[in-house]
């Protein structure tokens, strides 16, 4: 089975940076996007960065031009470098991957999550 460990969470003051990788390992034939969400307190889990597998890049509007999404296909991982990072940025980092397990079966995988809060 799929599994996606997440790293790069932590604390940082407003305008600084994070990188957060997640690395997927198991049986995955092949991947059909990967990305990350997020979840502060009382929200809803909201998609903030996607990249498929031609590459094409998608971005919650709240992020754009702030965030960066990429990938290792060789190390099948996926980043996202955040800079100038807000108070409202702060919350539960997930990773997900879309992809099939054989040639006709496909599933979404999650990550346990990294805390992001950014504070003075």
């Known amino acids: 089975q799929v599994q996606l460990v997440e790293s790069g969470g932590g604390w940082v003051q407003p305008g600084g940076s994070l990188r957060l990788s997640c690395a997927a390992s198991?049986?995955?034939?092949?991947?059909?996007?990967m990305g990350w969400y997020r979840q502060a307190p009382g929200n809803q889990r909201e998609l903030v960065a996607t990249?498929?597998?031609?590459?094409?890049?998608d971005y919650a509007d709240s992020v754009k031009g702030r965030f960066t999404i990429s990938r290792d296909n060789a190390k099948n991982t996926v980043h996202l470098q955040m800079n100038s990072l807000k108070p409202e940025d702060t919350a539960v980092y997930y990773c997900?991957?879309?992809?099939?397990?054989?040639?006709?079966?496909?599933?979404?995988?999650w990550g346990q999550g990294t805390q992001v809060t950014v504070s003075s």
């Open positions: 997900k991957l879309r992809g099939y397990s054989d040639y006709r079966n496909w599933d979404d995988w």
């Open positions: 990249i498929n597998a031609g590459g094409g890049r």
């Open positions: 198991g049986s995955i034939a092949s991947i059909v996007a």
